[in-house]
């Protein structure tokens, strides 16, 4: 039995070597008779995948510096990039693309409360991602964004049927995993299980009877992204205040220079441009401000040297015992140019946004992208507003809750003094 077993299994091998050859033989039999190399027709064929797979990157390339220009025109640029993947060997990247589309428009109903800049930056960002995959580069985690939470709070007086769950509406909710938490005055409890994902841009959390135990204890819940806090609501009891509010102001009075990285072409410009975008955006995580730099400088002719890269740094920290509500300054500055000399080029962000002045770095003598294409970043004050950390309601998510009609009266009465403390004008 075993001798016969050995003797098959040899068979097989020896039958498999055969087929093997014979098929080699058919495949290079008609680059024989055709008189060229094998050498040749493999490189010819090679050529032809790394001319696919360079036309696909230009065409995600065009769709990202449609978006850098006008974030709002995602769906137009998503629609002509598909059209544009047409060969059979683009068919991944142009579902991902048509797959993307069906995708943010699907998240641009009333229910969102998320507006179309938004968007389009999400938008930017997949693309960007989808890129890097077919280029084998470092892909960045998908951060799922929130953009509004209905009832902003949770009054334990309104009548449970008022108040038996949570909406949460904004992007990316299925993507990775977000926890939910509840905050007691001695524990805290992982309720991610209340969590129900409807739609990657809406999710709700049970709060009935069967779902999150609320009780008289039950300071705030805190949706959790990587062990980030990215959203609290405040459960509002009988005696919790109104959370004391504050404006602060941060002057940074240094400046921030970035040499973004050589990512196409030779390194050098030539006196070819380059266009250049750049684009900074301050973010708040509630405890600190984010700040991302991005720029990038492209040859205005082939072979399309270009520097491409994001900075991204924390700008400001809250001080201890408050949290930064909102972000008062304006949230982005840009610029966009063409260089047309070795000299630095100043482009002015404006008193509104995070930069006051970008100063570039283009064109020089010698290799540019990687080495000496930059931007050297000056920057306005930046405004935020604080609320106090403490078993408390921010005012804003009252008024919210008034608006929406679901805060009891009771409460309305009990609160309204501290409200109006809040807005007296100070001397």
Known sequence: MSATTTSSFHGVKTNHRIGKLLLW?????????????????????????????????????????????????????????????????????????????????????????????????????????????????????VE?????????????????????????????????????????????????AELDRLTHYHMTLNLGAN???????????????????????????????VCREKIDTYARDTYLSFTPPHTRGDKEFAGHG?????????SSDGTHVKLKLWMKARETRSDWTTAEGERNETYY??????????????????????????NDDRQGGGPNGPVKEFKFRGDHDGDDAGSYTGVDVTFNPLVVKLVEVANCAPASAVKSLQVKDLIAPATIKRLQPMMLKLQAPKP
């Open 317 to 342: 920290t809250a001080p201890p015992g408050w949290r930064i509500d909102s972000i008062v300054s304006g949230l982005e500055s840009s610029a966009h140019y063409v260089d047309t000399d070795h």
């Open 25 to 141: 033989g058919m495949l290079i039999a008609p680059l024989l008779i055709s008189g060229c190399s094998i050498g040749d027709k493999i490189d010819k064929a090679t050529d032809k995948v790394s001319d696919i797979a360079g036309d696909t990157v230009a065409t995600l390339d065009n769709a990202i510096d449609a978006l850098d220009r006008n974030s709002s025109s995602w769906q137009a640029v998503l629609q002509d990039t598909t059209s544009k993947l047409t060969k059979d060997a683009q068919s991944t990247v142009r579902n991902e693309v048509s797959d993307l589309l069906n995708r943010s428009v699907a998240a641009t109903g009333d229910e969102l409360r998320c507006n179309m800049d938004f968007i389009g930056t999400r938008v930017r960002q997949a693309l960007a991602r989808i890129r890097a995959r077919l280029m084998h580069q470092a892909v960045p985690p």
């Open 144 to 192: 799922p964004a929130l953009c509004h939470v209905v009832p902003a709070a949770v009054d334990m007086a309104l009548d449970p049927g008022r108040r038996n769950k949570l909406e949460f509406f904004g992007y990316d909710f299925d993507t990775t995993p977000i926890k939910v938490t509840l905050h007691d005055t001695s524990r805290t409890q992982d309720v991610s």
């Open 211 to 241: 779902g999150v135990p609320l009780s008289k204890a039950s300071d705030k819940l805190t949706l959790e992204w990587q062990n980030r806090p990215i959203s609290s609501i405040a459960v509002i009891q009988p005696a919790t205040p």
């Open 274 to 282: 380059p266009e250049v975008w750049a684009r900074a955006n301050w």
